[in-house]
């Protein structure tokens, strides 16, 4: 048969196997994902006449599904095949593929909530004594080569991770931080956001102490979500809930990402001071722990109305910054609009709205007269924005 399998009324089986066969997957291997829900049960069965038997017809989109857990699973290109089935149905559902809501779940459950809860707890019962000799083990203990996040914190802190680990105990307490400046200068610099008080954007620095970008309002929405397991806020929030969860972190991250590479272009590697914030984690079990974030984050923007629009402002500036820095790219690469598009050109127009008008007179004469250069301008905003899909569609 075609390698190819058409995707428009289902597949049979055999059709499924045989492109399973292809891509290096046997008919053991896809009984074994059917088994685990990584792939969506048949719809319907198809009779082949009397005597005959039937098929069973799988819904369509189910051969893409495959050729992704394949791509996962056995792609010979892979240098680490991804054989846990429970990652898989994590990395296929935050793809937007057809898992069901309880594989996500037991994934939740198992690497990410269940060792958060009895980690909180053991932190709880702690004695003062104990306490100090945690805070020296996280804080000189070597590192590996993937730290995880306190790891990470480590390297911004340096010499102040003992401060930041009795931080951490204090939030574990239920003591709210939002009233100590310094508590919050200590989270931004363990988060990597300290550099947004010298970088500026907009003719201003990110992070001020009168414009602070951890918002106390923020903290102090999370706090109450925090009290009580969070095993019990994952089993409160229903599937819509968690799904707008996923949808969220990945417009934060589409926007940033896009926004980190503006970022480098005009400021070289440090960006705009925004740290780990501005990208976006592979690992399914920090892709985890940002979508719960952001479905608590969902669940206090619904009951505070500060955060709602902290919310509001942060989306339409990252998705308008997105959807527009294809020009930017395009610019470097056709003459006349070179400097025109330039980061440099671009920051400095943005912090002066008066000019503004005046930038876009010049782009638009500047495609009127030059209509070669026009036309390679607009191939190259296409070429651009396809670069773009194609790196951002990878994060997730």
């Known amino acids: 048969m075609n390698e190819y399998v058409t995707d428009e009324d289902g597949h049979t089986k055999r059709e499924l196997l045989e492109l399973g066969r292809q891509l290096g997957a046997s008919e053991k291997q896809f009984d074994r994902w059917r088994r685990a829900q990584l792939l969506p049960p048949p ?10 038997g039937s098929v069973s017809i799988y819904p369509p989109g189910t051969s893409k599904q495959l050729r992704r857990l394949c791509e996962l699973h056995c792609a010979p290109s892979l240098i680490k095949k991804e054989r846990r089935l429970l990652f898989l149905a994590w990395k296929l559902w935050w793809e937007g593929y057809d898992i069901p809501a309880l594989r996500v779940r037991e994934f939740l459950a198992k690497h ?21 000799v945690t805070v020296h083990e996280l804080a000189t203990k070597p590192l590996g080569r993937h730290p995880g996040p306190l790891g990470k914190a480590r390297g911004h802190l340096r010499g102040n991770m003992r401060d930041f680990l009795a931080l951490l105990f204090t939030m574990v307490d239920g003591n709210v931080i939002t009233s100590d400046p310094e508590s919050l200068r200590l989270l931004e610099k363990a988060s990597g956001l300290e550099r947004g008080r010298t970088d500026t954007w907009c003719g201003q620095p990110l992070l001020t102490d009168e414009k602070n970008h951890i918002p ?5 929405a999370l706090m109450p979500l925090l009290d009580g397991s969070l095993t019990q806020r994952v089993e409160q929030m229903s599937d819509a809930e968690l799904c707008e969860a996923r949808q969220t972190a990945q417009r934060w991250w589409n926007g940033v990402t896009v926004m980190a590479r503006f970022g480098r272009d005009a400021r070289g590697k440090g960006g705009f001071g925004l740290g780990d914030f501005l990208y976006a984690p592979s690992n399914p079990r920090e892709q985890a722990a940002w979508c719960l974030m952001f479905g608590m984050l969902n669940e206090a923007a619904t009951n505070n109305s500060a955060v709602a629009d902290i919310f509001r402002t942060f989306f339409t500036a990252l998705e308008t910054f997105a959807a527009n820095y294809p020009l930017v790219e395009a610019g470097r690469e056709v003459e006349p609009f070179r400097e025109l598009l330039s980061p440099a050109r671009i920051e400095q127009v943005t912090a002066d709205p ?35 899909d194609d790196k951002t569609k990878g994060n997730f």
């Open 43 to 52: 719809i319907s069965h198809r009779s082949l006449g009397r005597g005959k």
């Open 112 to 132: 990410v909530v269940n060792s958060f809860d009895s980690d909180v707890e053991a932190a709880r019962a702690m004695s003062p004594e104990q306490r100090q």
């Open 216 to 220: 106390d309002t923020i903290v102090a």
């Open 354 to 388: 008066d000019k503004m008008p005046e930038h876009l007179r010049e782009i638009r004469r500047t495609r009127f007269h030059k209509p070669d250069a026009a036309e390679a301008f607009t191939r190259a905003i296409v070429a651009a924005q396809k670069r773009l």
